[in-house]
């Protein structure tokens, strides 16, 4: 056996482990959803770290796995998180990336 194939098929066996875990992973998650009543408040740190995972896995995923919140939801926490990260007052930003003569540069 070459390595071409030994990689090949150690690659298809990390593969559908990886795959069957995911599959476990979901059904015992919607059994779990189906035993709660109720809204499930989330924390700042809790939405942030859904929004992050479901933006890199991207909506046509997110509808498969996602359970708890909608996916345009997740989604939406993630442009809310980069709008937050680039939101930066004029006179910051004038400060922080321009050279005022006079001061000190901050850089």
Excluded: C
């Amino acid at each position: 056996m070459d390595w071409k194939h030994l990689l090949a098929y150690i690659t298809g066996t990390v593969d559908q482990e990886l795959l069957l875990r995911n599959e476990y992973l979901v059904t015992e998650n919607r059994m779990l959803r189906n035993q709660i009543k109720g809204r499930i408040r989330l924390s700042d740190g809790e939405r942030k770290a859904l929004a992050d995972i479901g933006q890199k896995l991207g909506r046509q995923a997110l509808k498969e796995v996602a359970t708890i919140v909608k996916p345009d939801t997740i989604l939406g926490w993630h442009r809310k998180l980069v709008a937050q990260k680039f939101d930066l007052p004029i006179k910051d930003f004038f400060e922080h990336a321009v050279y005022l003569p006079g001061r000190k540069n901050p850089v």
